[in-house]
C-alpha cells in the first residue's frame, strides 16, 4: 500500500516555524500593552492546567492584519486565504505558566502566532512547541519578536514556568489563530 504524500515535511514536523525579532517596535507594544491592561485581563488558574491572566477583548484591528500579512510572508499566500479565527492576549507574572494539557488542540492545521509586547524580557519565560512530545520550537522572552508556527493535532503548546525569583517579571504576550480558507495547511 503506497500512502499519498507530497513532501516529508507532512511526515516530520511543522512546515513552519519561526521567529521574527523586531516585529513590532518598544513603543508600539507599550501602547498596545497599556490599551490590553486599560480593557482588563481575567485571572486563570487552575493548577493542573495554568495560571496566567488573559482577555479576549484585544481591540487592534490594525496589528492583528499587519501580523497576518507577516505570517504570510513566512507561510506562503495572501492575507485574504487566512482566517483569524482566534485573538487572545495572555500576562504572565512570577509564577505563572501555561501546560499543553491546557492546549486547545484542532484538527486542522492552524497557524499559530505569538506576539511579544512585554516591557522587557524574562530569563526562562519560554513558549515550547512539541512534536509528539519532542521539543521542535523554542520562543524565548523577547519585546518586540512574533513567532510564527504551523500546526496540526500533533503539536502542542506550552508558555514556561515563570520563576518567583523573578518577581518584577511581566511576560505579555498577544496570540493569534489563522485557519486557510484556500488549501489544507
Do not use: K
Amino acid at each position: 500500500m503506497v500512502l499519498p504524500v507530497t513532501s516529508l515535511d507532512e511526515l516530520f514536523g511543522a512546515r513552519a516555524a519561526v521567529i521574527v525579532p523586531g516585529a513590532i517596535s518598544a513603543a508600539h507594544a507599550d501602547e498596545v500593552r497599556a490599551r490590553l491592561a486599560a480593557r482588563g485581563f481575567t485571572r486563570y488558574a487552575l493548577v493542573d492546567r495554568g495560571s496566567y491572566a488573559w482577555t479576549d477583548d484585544v481591540d487592534e484591528p490594525g496589528l492583528v492584519t499587519a501580523l497576518v500579512r507577516a505570517a504570510t510572508d513566512v507561510v506562503g499566500g495572501a492575507p485574504d486565504d487566512y482566517d483569524v479565527v482566534e485573538v487572545r492576549a495572555l500576562r504572565l507574572v512570577a509564577g505563572d505558566y501555561l501546560l499543553a494539557h491546557h492546549d486547545r488542540v484542532h484538527d486542522d492545521r492552524r497557524v499559530e502566532l505569538v506576539l511579544d509586547v512585554s516591557a522587557a524580557a524574562t530569563t526562562g519565560a519560554e513558549v515550547h512547541y512539541r512534536r509528539h512530545g519532542q521539543l521542535f520550537h523554542r520562543v524565548p522572552s523577547h519585546p518586540g519578536a512574533l513567532s510564527v508556527v504551523e500546526r496540526d493535532a500533533a503539536v502542542t503548546c506550552h508558555h514556561t514556568y515563570v520563576s518567583r525569583r523573578n518577581i518584577d517579571a511581566e511576560v505579555t504576550r498577544l496570540t493569534l489563530r489563522l485557519r486557510s480558507r484556500t488549501v489544507a495547511l
